[in-house]
Structure formats: structure tokens, C-alpha cells
């Protein structure tokens, strides 16, 4: 339980800006979508910032920051209760 506790926080810490980064310009990109019609806005730098492009990762980015999600999971879902196995109570006679 104890690594478990050691490894999310390393995950969570490696992790808070990519998914950041990744929540923000998905959010942005929805918006500017919906405005870029009437606005001119352009969609394409948001895309390529989303999609690790702008970084030279676009192959590997999704990739990590999916599997980066998969170890924030399984490492919180093994610290709650949720999977330990119940004590049974012995029987008082």
C-alpha cells in the first residue's frame, strides 16, 4: 500500500502538466470550434499543441498520456478498500 502511495505521487507529479496542457487545449479547441465560424479563429496551433505535435511527440504523446492515466488509476483504486477482502468476524458460540 505504501509503494502504491510513493508511485501515484511520482505519476501525478510527472504527469500534472502534459495532462494539463492536454485538458486545457481540448477544452479550447471545443470553444474556438464553436466561435472559429463567426470569429476566424484559428484551430489548427491549438490542434497541433493537443495533439503533441507542436512538440515533436504527436506518435508517443496520446500514448503516454494514456498510459500516464492507466497508472493514476490503477495506483488510486489500490488505495482505497475497495478490493481488500473482508475480515470475516469469528463465530461467538
Do not use: D
Amino acid at each position: 500500500m505504501r509503494s502504491f502511495r510513493k508511485y501515484h505521487r511520482l505519476l501525478a507529479i510527472i504527469l500534472a502538466l502534459p495532462l494539463f496542457v492536454t485538458l486545457l487545449t481540448g477544452m479550447a479547441v471545443t470553444l474556438v470550434g464553436e466561435w472559429s465560424a463567426n470569429l476566424g479563429l484559428p484551430r489548427s496551433r491549438l490542434l497541433a499543441i493537443h495533439n503533441g505535435e507542436i512538440f515533436g511527440l504527436q506518435g508517443i504523446y496520446p500514448i503516454l498520456n494514456g498510459l500516464g492515466l492507466l497508472g493514476l488509476l490503477v495506483t488510486g483504486l489500490s488505495m482505497t478498500s475497495l478490493f481488500k477482502k473482508k475480515k470475516s468476524k469469528p463465530k461467538h458460540e
